[in-house]
């Protein structure tokens, strides 16, 4: 009875990952600025991560948890970088395209 719920929280939480990731990856293509394409990279990267760590609990496998680490960790640098590259356009006054 147990696995049983365990396997329809799975499911369902990946019927989730994946319309979220849809919707990330619709705000990614099509977003109103650079900045919001940059966000949505930064959370397609978390929603990654996510799945990776449901992946793990799917399969009992650990492994696919470093995954998610490394995924989680490249993510951080890459949101460091453009709040970077934000902060130096915003002190020349360049505006988003």
Known sequence: MTEMIVDVAIALAGAALAAAIAIVFWVLVRGPGTVARAIALD???????????????????????????????????????????????????????
């Not at 399969?59 to 640098?77: E, N, P, T």
Request: hydrophobic share 65%.
């Open 43 to 97: 959370m397609l990267g978390l929603l990654l991560a996510s799945a990776a760590c449901l992946i793990a609990l799917a399969v009992d496998q650990s492994a696919f948890l470093d995954i998610a680490l490394g995924i989680s960790l490249v993510g951080f640098l890459a949101a460091v970088a453009v709040a970077r590259l934000v902060e130096a356009y915003a002190r020349t006054g360049a505006r988003d395209g």
